[in-house]
């Protein structure tokens, strides 16, 4: 990372003193600039988080370690010799927590990491209407719009992808995850504090995003790019592949529900705009076939729907 390029790092702590309005700037800058930031100091419990990484990193060794490496074998990645460019190097299970929770059908899960993973789900849930607010704040918009946005008609859709990404031979051979937008909203995750591998696009740099004990990092989806009218921005960023160590990534996707209608907001387009308005379920459907392909052209095409059969679907999703 360039030396004059700090990612920035939020303590929510002070927006409860003096420093709130240089800490909802550094929010607000974060989301113009980087459409990324790392925030410490927000609320969930160290211990409940610290038990989610020991029982998510269990679950790998007993219940996912083996069929990673099937599939590696299956697909013939066990033995690297040319780049891969259609696969990623990861292992995944997903949680939907809302409209309705599938805990309880996950069936390789203990008891007591199904009960934390609720309880965790619940409060990154919280967390996630209270920055949405703060982003509101800054905006200019009133406060609970973007809530009011994703709700639709039967609340917003929230799920959680647990990933795991193995150690791997040849790192320069295949990505970890391959570059992309997030298609939704704000996405909370809890990544792996010692085991770097999440990148972003910076300026036309790859820019690491260091890994901090308990904290989250935050990124914005292209709903809220859409909504705000492109003041903020979702963000290329992908996943490289490690030599050594097991990388743990949990992320929360707090997203607008599927008859949710987004648009631009009102007070946020001064003339014309760029960006389209669509209900998101139709959205999603045009990504899941070009997750891994720039955003614009999917832009553009929810502008001109007969132009969504144009793009070249190469990717599926998981849409919660």
Not at 60 to 79: A, I, P, R, V, W
Not at 161 to 169: E, G, M, Q, R, T
Not at 277 to 299: H, I, N, T, W
Request: charged fraction near 25%; aromatic fraction near 8%.
């Amino acid at each position: 990372m360039e030396k004059n390029m700090k990612f920035p790092v939020v303590d929510l702590s002070k927006l409860n003193g003096e420093e709130r309005d240089q800490t909802m700037a550094l929010i607000n800058e974060a989301c113009e600039n980087w459409g990324f930031f790392e925030i410490v100091n927000h609320g969930l419990p160290h211990d409940l988080m610290d038990k989610i990484e020991k029982m998510t990193k269990e679950h790998y060794k007993t219940c996912q370690e083996q069929k990673f490496n099937d599939m590696l074998k299956s697909k013939g990645l066990d033995n690297l010799q040319t780049e891969v460019e259609d696969i990623d190097w990861e292992s995944t299970f997903y949680v939907r927590h809302l409209p309705q929770s599938n805990l309880s059908d996950i069936s390789d899960v203990s008891d007591e990491y199904r009960t934390a993973m609720k309880d965790f789900g619940k409060r990154l849930e919280n967390l996630a209407e209270e920055l949405l607010d703060l982003l509101c704040e800054n905006l200019g918009l009133e406060k609970g719009y973007l809530k009011k946005v994703f709700h639709g008609t039967k609340g917003p859709t929230f799920g959680t992808k647990v990933s795991n990404y193995p150690p791997c031979p040849k790192p320069e051979m295949i990505k970890g995850l391959r570059a992309h937008t997030d298609a939704g909203g704000i996405i909370l995750l809890f990544q792996d504090d010692k085991v770097s591998g999440l990148q972003l696009l910076k300026d036309g740099d790859w820019i690491d995003v260091p890994p901090l004990n308990h904290s989250i990092v935050i990124n914005l989806g292209d709903q809220l790019e859409v909504i705000t009218n492109g003041k903020y921005k979702s963000v290329m960023h992908r996943v490289v592949t490690q030599q050594e160590g097991n990388r743990m990534s949990i992320a929360s996707f707090y997203n607008p529900g599927n008859d949710a209608e987004i648009s631009p907001a009102t007070s946020l387009v001064e003339k014309d705009t760029e960006y389209p308005s669509f209900v998101f379920d139709d959205y999603m459907k045009l990504y899941a076939g070009v997750k891994f392909q720039p955003k614009e052209p999917r832009f553009a095409a929810m502008k001109n729907a007969s132009a969504v059969t144009e793009l070249n679907p190469t990717a599926a999703v998981e849409t919660f």
